[in-house]
């Protein structure tokens, strides 16, 4: 009797000890950068898309991770491999080829950029909703993401407010090709929303958006994949709930003022303010 109560405390220990170590793997894993596993608290997904690594703006999101907590997972999404001696689980990189072979390219025209790569991350990750933040715009506080997440807690797409309509069908334009009907004559998506182009340096896709900009990009048209007339465009076209936040509004290429900025409470997103240093600094100009 007291071999066999030895042998059970035995197993009991030995399956405790195989617990702690899956528990260590699972651990390991979620910080792993090349083997993302989403935390499992987390609901939301940051990315911020840059060329190359920026220091600075690492050390953003580093905060932007702190503020927002566990509910939210926030990266920065490097086009270009990051140097060896950055060991951050916040730095995420892919190689071109691994877009290519899913079949992600060309979201900017430019074949492959953090865009394709973060599409790519995101897809992976499969969170109920993703933000995607070119390194160029600017935020002064991180609740600006929980602040607009409740406002608009169920929309499929999160895009800018000011985009252009085309009024007229346009034969030399691609996305023209993808919405006719089948003898060729009709857009079967009415305009104006196959004719819609927005201005998307940041945009917010639910998981059902992700969904069907898949779909899109297995068309196989390449030239129609362009960020600022796909979002939209298919998430229309898909019959997805879109929104426009005043919170995404004025995203023009000029860095915007300091008055502007001010007038407004810091309370946008802001575009362009380039490099992560000049960033600092107008957030500490802005902030009270």
Same mark, same amino acid.
């Given at each position: ?9 035995? @197993?009991?220990?030995? %399956? ?8 260590? !793997?699972?651990? &390991?894993? $979620?910080? *792993? ?117 409740? @406002?608009?807690?169920? %929309? ?8 252009? !309509?085309?009024? &007229?069908? $346009?034969? *030399? ?116």
């Amino acid at each position: 009797m007291t071999l066999l109560r030895e042998f059970a405390a035995l @197993a009991v220990l030995l %399956a405790l000890v195989g617990l702690c170590i899956i528990e260590a !793997i699972r651990r &390991r894993k $979620r910080r *792993d950068p090349k083997n993302p596993v989403s935390p499992s608290a987390a609901t939301t997904l940051v990315l911020y898309l840059a060329r190359v690594l920026d220091t600075s703006l690492l050390s953003w999101v580093e905060t932007l991770q702190e503020a927002l907590g566990s509910r939210y997972r926030c990266a920065l999404v490097c086009n270009d491999r990051p140097p060896s001696h950055c060991k951050s689980e916040l730095v995420l990189w892919l190689d071109d080829q691994k877009c290519r072979d899913e079949n992600v390219t060309n979201l900017t025209l430019w074949d492959i950029t953090a865009w394709d790569k973060g599409f790519l991350l995101a897809e992976q990750f499969n969170y109920d909703f993703t933000w995607f933040l070119e390194d160029d715009v600017f935020v002064v506080e991180a609740n600006i993401f929980s602040r607009v997440d409740r @406002a608009f807690p169920d %929309a499929d797409l999160l895009i800018s407010p000011e985009f252009v !309509i085309e009024k &007229r069908e $346009r034969k *030399d334009w691609h996305w023209h090709r993808l919405f006719i009907d089948t003898a060729g004559a009709t857009p079967s998506l009415p305009l104006p929303w196959y004719g819609t182009a927005c201005r998307a340096q940041v945009l917010r896709a639910s998981r059902g958006m992700m969904r069907a900009a898949r779909k899109h990009l297995d068309r196989g048209l390449p030239h129609s994949n362009m960020i600022e007339y796909m979002w939209q465009t298919v998430a229309h076209h898909a019959g997805l709930t879109v929104s426009h936040p005043l919170e995404m509004i004025g995203l023009d290429c000029a860095q915007p003022e300091m008055s502007e900025m001010r007038a407004s409470k810091g309370q946008r997103f802001y575009h362009s303010v380039k490099k992560g240093t000049e960033q600092d600094k107008m957030r500490q100009l802005l902030q009270p």
